[in-house]
């Protein structure tokens, strides 16, 4: 006995075909059968679906246990930089995305143990070998006893707010470099006309952390030209400039 199964369709419907073969009466006599199972409702639902999945910006992947993917929309292609879904599907790429194994046993062992990860950042390798810094949201599926079958997730590409946010932490360390550098004594008023901020050289001067952060900057003016300080305090926070205030 053989069997096969195909989709054929008929005036807008969609079937999927069964055919099955047996012996007949005699020898010489087969017997084929078709059995014909109306699909139209269920193609078009996996149509929508399919259109769904393709057209999230971000990328969605289905994988194994051990990060081999099962199904990827077009923007996980395009991420990590392959030509189709074919060609990422083709073999098991999870390798060449891991730029260190450590990183992809550490995925292995978080998904196994917790079962999903929130806001999990993760460093891949797209297929020129570029890196690309990624934010994701994944969730284990599990059979009947609990092993984990299957990973769904939910991929954004932050390589870029990544590499902005590098370049302000350099811009941030030079500034700070700058300020502790200078001889001049250098504090920081929020709108509350609350100290938020000294430089180096307001320690060196003999002040302590726990008297300026946080505190009235006037608190430390004398008493007689206290007035004055607070008048200039409010200029500026009108947005006008103090020159040389004694």
Not at 75 to 92: H, I, K, T
Request: with cysteine; glycine share 6%; proline share 2%.
């Amino acid at each position: 006995q053989s069997r096969e199964e195909y989709i054929a369709t008929a005036e807008g419907r969609t079937f999927l075909v069964s055919t099955s073969r047996t012996p007949g009466a005699v020898e010489e006599e087969t017997r084929t059968i078709h059995v014909l199972k109306d699909i139209t409702d269920r193609r078009e639902a996996e149509r929508r679906y399919r259109e769904l999945f393709d057209s999230i910006q971000e990328g969605l992947f289905f994988a194994t246990p051990d990060g081999q993917f099962l199904d990827v929309n077009d923007a996980m292609v395009r991420m990590l930089g392959y030509d189709s879904r074919e060609e990422l599907l083709r073999a098991d790429v999870s390798p060449h995305l891991y730029p260190t194994p450590a990183a992809k046993e550490r995925f292995v062992r978080a998904i196994t143990e917790r079962g999903a990860l929130r806001n999990y950042e993760e460093t891949l390798r797209r297929k020129d070998g570029s890196l690309l810094h990624t934010m994701q949201n994944i969730s284990a599926v599990r059979d009947a006893q609990g092993r984990v079958v299957q990973t769904r997730g939910l991929m954004l590409d932050v390589t870029e707010q990544k590499m902005f946010q590098s370049q302000l932490q350099r811009e941030r360390d030079f500034n700070q470099k700058i300020l502790n550098t200078t001889q001049s004594m250098i504090l920081v008023l929020d709108t509350a006309g609350l100290i938020s901020y000294v430089n180096r050289r307001c320690y060196e001067a003999g002040y302590k952390e726990e008297e300026l952060i946080g505190h009235r900057m006037e608190n430390w003016v004398e008493a007689s030209q206290r007035l004055d300080f607070e008048a200039a305090l409010q200029t500026t926070a009108l947005g006008e400039q103090v020159e040389n205030l004694e």
